[in-house]
Nanobody, 124 residues
Framework: QVQLVESGGGLVQAGGSLRLSCVAS????????MGWFRQAPGKEREFVAA????????TVANSVKGRFTISRDSVQNTVYLRMSSLKPEDTAIYYC????WGTGTGSTSNYEYWGQGTQVTVSS
């Protein structure tokens, strides 16, 4: 049974930093692209960042470029999202997702597995 479990969310002031983690189990981690998405209240889920299955290609949304960094640890089967210079508009539930042999696309439909999400709230 595949499980993706996110952690690290919380309440932070604008300008602050957080690091999200997503631990994957029940799958061959190195065969999957890993992505981060977010969904704010009343809005559609949107792409944040992803690494392809090899870890060699990184894709980052323009809205977070220069502030967010994605990384993956194949030993720990974990993908991270380091978020800095946080803004109130970054407030959302953050989800990690896995895409078999994926290229790190930003399309939600490509991802087979999803975590339950972790809440990030940025106060002004």
């Amino acid at each position: 049974q595949v499980q993706l479990v996110e952690s690290g969310g919380g309440l932070v002031q604008a300008g602050g930093s957080l690091r999200l983690s997503c631990v994957a189990s029940g799958l061959t981690f190195n065969n999957y692209a890993m992505g981060w998405f977010r969904q704010a209240p009343g809005k559609e889920r949107e792409f944040v960042a992803a690494k392809d299955w090899s870890g060699g290609t990184t894709t980052v949304a323009n809205s977070v470029k220069g502030r967010f960094t994605i990384s993956r640890d194949s030993v720990q089967n974990t993908v991270y999202l380091r978020m800095s210079s946080l803004k109130p508009e970054d407030t959302a539930i953050y989800y990690c997702a896995a895409d078999l042999w994926g290229t790190g696309t930003g399309s939600t439909s490509n991802y087979e597995y999803w975590g339950q999400g972790t809440q990030v709230t940025v106060s002004s």
